[in-house]
């Protein structure tokens, strides 16, 4: 009875883990007849906890359109999307909502803060939606900040801090919530090199610290700071697993 109780126990915790992302013959349609686009054409994606990947391929390739439906921004016309073990396509509106609130943080290369409210209260929005109570929300929102290296400047407005600085505000309220998912759009299109550098140096981070993170971009230097490539062409994933270190050497 031992020895059957110990195989068991040794079976679950050789199971690999649970998929942040899987994406099973995902498509997006848009139009009917000759009008038809299919913007997404029978995508299969997985993601695993801890990854850091980037969305790669050439403009109307699908990668906005994906990273829409990983954010929950958008719904499939057909397929399942499987975020941390849940069908987000069969949930209602409100679902949704709920799920890009807590599970998901987003990072855009327009940093979309509040210009009127400090940084601390721009990183505290998306607590007041998550009902925390407002001595929490300060106490993590600081941490948010610490942790992005701008614990000295909480009480500054965006407008009197650095496109890099603004930057990272975005991304401590991305991550306040503690989501599963870090999604990033773009985030360093509207910065110079240095803060670019500063930027990845961060996503780096946080996906060592467990966070898994999906950027899209079209910056081959940006994309050898992750550790895999999904390559998108004309609405389907043609490499889902490449190499950041190919992506000079490979014809698109």
């Known amino acids: 009875m031992t020895s059957t109780h110990s195989a068991s126990a040794t079976a679950r915790e050789e199971q690999p883990p649970q998929p942040i992302i899987r994406l099973e013959q995902i498509s997006k349609i848009y139009g009917v007849g000759e009008t038809e686009v299919r913007a997404l054409d029978g995508v299969e994606l997985t ?17 906005s359109t994906m990273m829409n439906m990983i954010g929950c921004l958008d719904r499939p016309t057909t397929g399942q999307y499987f975020l941390d ?13 709920h799920v ?4 998901i943080g ?10 009127q409210v400090s940084a ?20 993590r929102g600081k941490a948010a900040l610490e942790r992005v290296g701008l614990g000295d400047r909480i009480n ?19 991550i306040v919530n503690e989501p599963v998912l870090l999604l990033a759009d773009e985030p360093t299109g509207a910065l110079d090199t240095k803060t670019t550098q500063e930027i990845l140096d961060i996503f780096s981070a946080l996906n060592a610290s467990g966070i898994t993170v999906v950027m899209v971009t079209h910056e081959p230097e940006v994309a050898r700071t992750t550790q895999r490539v999904v390559w998108f062409r004309d609405g389907q994933v ?3 697993h490449l190499d950041p270190e190919e992506l000079h050497t490979r014809a698109f």
Do not use: W
């Open 47 to 63: 993601v695993n906890p801890g990854e850091y990947c980037a969305i790669m391929g050439a403009s109307g390739s699908g990668k």
């Open 238 to 240: 043609v490499h889902a």
């Open 85 to 97: 073990g849940v069908d987000v396509a069969q949930l209602s509106d409100t679902e949704l909502a």
């Open 100 to 103: 890009r609130n807590r599970k």
């Open 156 to 174: 500054n407005k965006p407008t009197q801090l650095s496109g890099g600085q603004q930057q990272r505000v975005a991304i401590a309220r991305a």
């Open 106 to 115: 987003f990072v855009f290369q327009q940093f979309h803060l509040l210009s």
């Open 120 to 139: 601390l209260e721009n990183v505290m929005l998306p607590m007041v939606y998550a009902d925390v109570p407002v001595k929490e929300r300060r106490e």
